[in-house]
């Protein structure tokens, strides 16, 4: 098979001539903002002409979307999330309403510049600082930031705009046009632009723009706009404000290429805040009701054990793991774009419950050794095509991890800065301390019954929807017993920790991982037996672990005082295994539904029209996250929230095509076989 073009991941910086406390693009030859006030001007043109003021006034309000072109120095969403917080403490909105800003880049500023730009704006450092102190490296892709404080969620596309939002899902409730003028920028402002705003938006959708050129006025009808010039800012005469009002025959279109047998209707099935049931309290259950409780859905967790993240997500510490790929494929974006988010997240949620680095986590980077040959052409390969910038990747010689982390190495590696390790039940305990989270310990759920539109489970309920996040334990029930999982044996162990390996305080990888001491103790992992079912220790698995340790690290093992074949405590635990090694992710389908619906692609009639995928309302998924979990629960959870609430998804739609709950059904009706025959790798 042919592989896809290799695509450098480093986007570049805006270049940026500041003349007089006024940035000017030297890509575009024009200013960032009005040199009479920038902050006036966002009020005038997208705030009042999208009728903020009016809409935010809603006691009743839990969320809003706001989509922008051309981020640029921040102003926009600076001074947006300034006035969303003003409103909340005047009383006009909910304190937990939540409000998701996503805004597409193609020339990010470099952080240098962007703190150049916020000094101009003292009024607003409130918000300013908490971006700052986020602000994503120049990735190209989706970079999703959170600001506790006041709710916010800012969803930074690092791209072209045509070609970030070509693959973005979702519903956008007002739309702030900026960028550079169509005569300095004309490749932005395309007729594919605004079939994309016109796909993202429905009846209460708004529109405004500094501009009121022609080519913009007529984009936004054709897109179902109506359209009106208005007065503009400052020396601007007029600008553009309007409505999402479609003709009768301007149909919504599925974007080109796309299946409808893994799409979803965001419109028809986006759920107001309410209640909802998610059945486990490890990392995929607790991620997943921390990210609704944050947008105000009460949360009932129900949890088998005794207490939360005590099966798969029982491990004293985990790392933060992404196996880097020159590929462009959706799995690689996927566990990519996974790995960046949860960097944020987990430090954010720590910090934010007043933990810091050092007893249950620490972030201060992860150390990928070139442990044998595949891998050390691998790292040469993404250091020689600029795969990261130096400030997530750094390549390391052996002298280096020396004297920088204190760990005598015979070979070099790469430093995965922002990445580290954690201790996953105390993070689960900081997820499901929030307020608007129930956890029920001892729940053994064996039914889900449908009620009326909404869902009970055993004895609990209703609620207005259900996510199953118990690893393979979600294949017990009646409407998910066709998923295809399997549990896979894992053994770690414990090494207990010497005067000379505490010293050192960075998580290595390599064909194993070693992290540093918690409790007096090191873990190291881990095996992989997808074929043993045996839930007691094995030392032979033991000595495997300390046999790959020995044999990467001999100068660490020696400090270990690494026994040669002596008996050993750890913990064995199992992994839930797709087929493809991707998580399931999304809402869940009716399996008999789909057979029916989509027998025809048995036959070959891949090209006739089909209606969308039938799933069971308000049910949806997150598992299968293999040994991954630490990385991809967090994004899966945003994942789940944006498909809950309507939102504009964190991934793009060939990422929610590749993890859809469907797709092993869609397989097996291609292939004419029974629905739950899908064969696992070796």
């Known amino acids: 098979?042919?592989?896809?073009?290799?695509?450098?991941?480093?986007?570049?910086?805006?270049?940026?001539?500041?003349?007089?406390?006024?940035?000017?693009?030297?890509?575009?030859?024009?200013?960032?903002?009005?040199?009479?006030?920038?902050?006036d001007?966002?009020?005038?043109?997208?705030?009042?002409?999208?009728?903020?003021?009016?809409?935010?006034?809603?006691?009743?309000?839990?969320?809003?979307?706001?989509?922008?072109?051309?981020?640029?120095?921040?102003?926009?969403?600076?001074?947006?999330?300034?006035?969303?917080?003003?409103?909340?403490?005047?009383?006009?909105?909910?304190?937990?309403?939540?409000?998701?800003?996503?805004?597409?880049?193609?020339?990010?500023?470099a952080l240098a510049d962007m703190r150049i730009a916020s000094r101009q704006w003292p009024q607003l450092v409130s918000v300013t600082e908490p971006l700052l102190e986020q602000y994503p490296a120049p990735v190209r892709?989706?970079?999703?930031?959170?600001?506790?404080?006041?709710?916010?969620?800012?969803?930074?596309?690092?791209?072209?705009?045509?070609?970030?939002f070509s693959g973005l899902d979702g519903l956008v409730d007002a739309w702030f046009l900026d960028g550079f003028a169509p005569a300095k920028n004309p490749d932005m402002w395309q007729p594919a632009l605004f079939e994309h705003i016109g796909r993202l938006s429905y009846a209460p959708t708004t529109v405004a723009t500094f501009t009121a050129a022609g080519v913009v006025k007529r984009g936004l009808r054709d897109a179902g706009f109506k359209v009106e010039k208005v007065a503009g800012f400052g020396r601007k005469r007029e600008m553009l404000r309007g409505d999402y009002l479609p003709a009768p025959t301007q149909q919504r279109q599925l974007p080109p290429g796309d299946k409808p047998w893994f799409h979803f209707d965001y419109q028809a099935q986006r759920k107001a805040t309410g209640s909802v049931a998610v059945i486990g309290a490890g990392m995929a259950g607790a991620t997943a009701a921390n990210s609704l409780a944050r947008r105000g859905w009460q949360v009932t967790v129900l949890e088998q054990e005794p207490r939360a993240a005590s099966q798969g997500s029982g491990n004293p510490t985990g790392i933060t793991f992404t196996k880097l790929s020159l590929h462009d494929t959706p799995q690689n974006r996927f566990y990519q774009w996974a790995y960046l988010y949860a960097c944020r997240y987990i430090q954010s949620t720590f910090l934010a419950a007043g933990i810091e680095p050092g007893v249950d986590w620490n972030l201060n980077g992860l150390l990928r050794l070139a442990f044998d040959a595949k891998e050390a052409r691998e790292q040469a390969a993404l250091l020689a095509e600029s795969y990261w910038p130096p400030s997530l990747l750094e390549n390391l010689s052996p002298a280096q991890i020396q004297e920088r982390l204190g760990i005598e190495s015979p070979i070099g590696g790469l430093m995965l800065h922002g990445g580290g390790w954690l201790h996953p039940a105390a993070w689960c305990d900081v997820l499901l301390s929030h307020p608007k989270i129930e956890?029920?310990?001892?729940?053994?759920?064996?039914?889900?019954?449908?009620?009326?539109?909404?869902?009970?489970?055993?004895?609990?309920?209703p609620f207005d929807a259900v996510i199953l996040a118990n690893a393979f334990g979600s294949a017990r029930f009646q409407q998910s017993s066709h998923l295809p999982l399997k549990p896979v044996r894992g053994q770690i162990s414990y090494l207990p920790a010497t005067a000379a390996s505490l010293e050192w305080q960075h998580a290595?990888?390599?064909?194993?991982?070693?992290?540093?001491?918690?409790?007096?103790?090191?873990?190291?992992?881990?095996?992989?037996?997808?074929?043993?079912?045996?839930?007691?220790?094995?030392?032979e698995d033991h000595q495997w672990n300390c046999d790959q340790l020995r044999s990467t690290l001999p100068a660490l093992a020696e400090a270990l005082g690494l026994?040669?074949?002596?008996?050993?405590?750890?913990?064995?635990?199992?992994?839930?295994?797709?087929?493809?090694?991707?998580?399931i992710i999304g809402p869940l389908p009716d399996a008999e539904a789909y057979r029916q619906q989509f027998d025809d692609l048995g036959k070959g009639f891949l090209k006739r029209e089909f209606p969308f995928g039938p799933c069971h309302d308000g049910l949806f998924i997150t598992c299968g996250h293999g040994s991954r979990g630490i990385t991809s629960t967090c994004f899966a959870a945003e994942i789940l929230a944006s498909y809950l609430s309507g939102e504009p998804q964190p991934a793009d739609r060939e990422i929610l095509f590749a993890i859809h709950p469907a797709r092993f059904l869609i397989r097996n009706i291609m292939r004419r076989t029974s629905l739950k025959t899908t064969e696992f790798k070796s």
């Open 41 to 109: 001007e966002t009020q005038h043109v997208f705030i009042h002409h999208n009728r903020l003021e009016q809409r935010w006034r809603d006691d009743s309000l839990s969320g809003f979307t706001i989509a922008e072109t051309g981020f640029g120095t921040g102003l926009n969403f600076l001074c947006t999330a300034d006035y969303w917080q003003q409103q909340k403490h005047a009383g006009h909105l909910p304190m937990n309403a939540h409000l998701h800003f996503v805004s597409v880049e193609k020339y990010p500023l």
């Open 563 to 583: 026994p040669h074949g002596g008996p050993l405590q750890g913990r064995v635990g199992f992994r839930c295994q797709t087929p493809d090694y991707l998580p």
């Open 508 to 539: 290595v990888n390599y064909h194993g991982y070693v992290n540093p001491a918690r409790a007096g103790f090191h873990c190291v992992g881990a095996t992989f037996d997808p074929r043993s079912e045996a839930s007691t220790e094995r030392q």
């Open 141 to 164: 892709g989706v970079h999703r930031l959170y600001f506790a404080g006041p709710n916010i969620t800012l969803t930074l596309i690092f791209d072209d705009a045509i070609a970030g």
């Open 1 to 39: 098979m042919k592989q896809p073009p290799n695509r450098s991941r480093i986007v570049e910086n805006a270049q940026i001539d500041w003349q007089q406390s006024t940035p000017i693009s030297e890509q575009f030859e024009d200013v960032y903002f009005s040199r009479d006030c920038g902050p």
């Open 439 to 461: 956890l029920l310990t001892s729940q053994c759920v064996t039914h889900l019954t449908p009620t009326a539109g909404r869902w009970r489970v055993n004895q609990h309920g």
